[in-house]
C-alpha cells in the first residue's frame, strides 16, 4: 500500500522548496491537500510525480486536460501572495485539485470549469473532502464568471496565449490576476494588478505548463 502521505511530504520538500517557493502557508496546503484523491484512479500512485497529469483526453479540437505539475502550480501561487481576506476566481478547476489547495490559502474560491464532466467530479470531490469554501460554477473558461465578481485575485490554471480584457474587468481595485502568458519553454509567469481603469503587468519567471481551451487570440484577417 502506497504511503500519499510521505510522498506528498517528499513531493513538497524535492520539487516544490527547491524551487524558491517559502510561502508558509502555499507550503502547508500542498502538504495538505490529497493530490491522489483529484487524479483518475489508474494514476493514484503516480500523484506525486513532478509532472502534470492528464484529467481528461483532447477532443473535438480542445487540448486535453491536467493538473499543473507541482512545482510551476506553488510557485504561481506564491506569486499571488493569497490571504484569508482574498476572494478567488480559479479559471479551469478540473477536478478541484488547484481549488482545494486555493481553499487553503483564501477566504472564499469560485472555481470555474467550462466541460461538465470534470466540473460534477470536482464539486462531488471537494464535497468529500470538505472544503466547504469553494463553489464550482461552469462556463466559459475565457469569459470569467462575472455574477460573483469583483475577484481579489484572478488565478488561471494553465497556459493562454492572452488574457482578454473582460476577464481583467472582473478584478476589483488593486486585484491582481495570475496566469501563463505564452506556450511551451518560452511562456512567462505574468501578474496583473489593476489600479482603476488599467492594469499593470509583471513577467517572473519561465513556466512551460499545459494550455487551456478558449484562450487562442483571433485569427487576424490579413488582406
Not at 465578481?149 to 488561471?156: C, L
Request: net charge negative.
Amino acid at each position: 500500500m502506497m504511503d500519499f502521505e510521505a510522498a506528498r511530504i517528499k513531493m513538497v520538500d524535492n520539487q516544490i522548496r527547491t524551487t524558491d517557493v517559502t510561502s508558509h502557508s502555499v507550503l502547508t496546503a500542498f502538504l495538505t491537500v490529497p493530490r491522489e484523491a483529484f487524479v483518475p484512479a489508474h494514476l493514484k500512485l503516480l500523484a506525486y510525480i513532478d509532472e502534470d497529469m492528464q484529467i481528461a483526453p483532447a477532443a473535438n479540437g480542445l487540448p486535453g486536460r491536467f493538473i499543473m505539475e507541482p512545482s510551476p502550480l506553488a510557485k504561481l501561487l506564491q506569486l499571488g501572495a493569497i490571504t484569508k481576506d482574498d476572494i478567488v476566481l480559479e479559471i479551469g478547476c478540473g477536478t478541484g485539485y488547484t481549488a482545494a489547495v486555493l481553499s487553503m490559502l483564501a477566504g472564499s474560491v469560485v472555481a470555474l470549469e467550462s466541460d461538465e464532466t470534470l466540473a460534477a467530479s470536482a464539486t462531488q470531490k471537494l464535497s468529500e473532502l470538505g472544503y466547504d469554501n469553494v463553489a464550482v460554477v461552469t462556463g466559459p473558461l475565457e469569459k470569467g464568471y462575472a455574477a460573483e465578481a469583483p475577484y481579489d485575485v484572478i488565478f488561471v490554471n494553465g497556459a493562454v496565449e492572452e488574457v482578454p480584457e473582460g476577464l481583467l474587468a472582473q478584478l476589483r481595485e488593486g486585484g491582481r490576476l495570475i496566469a501563463v502568458v505564452g506556450y511551451g519553454n518560452a511562456a512567462r509567469a505574468r501578474l496583473y494588478v489593476r489600479t482603476g481603469n488599467s492594469y499593470s503587468s509583471n513577467d517572473y519567471f519561465n513556466a512551460a505548463v499545459k494550455p487551456l481551451p478558449g484562450f487562442r487570440k483571433a485569427e487576424e484577417f490579413v488582406f
